[in-house]
């Protein structure tokens, strides 16, 4: 299978970066910005609506 990367932006500070979804928890999760120190849920982080689509199904099992 191949590994998807999600694309991230943080809502704060408009940071830009990417992660392997394998390396995320789910959407409800609490994530900090490394940019910014900001808490928000992971799928405040989600750049599109695909990336958020992806982490959903990926965490869903
Ligand atoms: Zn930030």
């Known amino acids: 299978m191949q ?3 999600l ?3 943080c809502p704060a500070c408009s940071a830009d970066w990417e992660e392997r979804v ?3 928890s789910a959407p409800e999760t609490q994530f900090v910005c490394d ?3 900001t808490e928000r849920p992971l799928s405040e982080f989600m750049r ?3 990336d958020l689509e992806v982490l959903q ?3 869903d099992g």
Do not use: H, K
Request: charged share 35%; with cysteine; glycine share 6%.
């Open 57 to 59: 199904e990926f965490t």
């Open 7 to 9: 694309q991230l932006r």
């Open 35 to 37: 940019d910014c120190g």
């Open 48 to 50: 599109t609506a695909r």
């Open 22 to 24: 394998s390396d995320l």
């Open 3 to 5: 590994e998807a990367w």
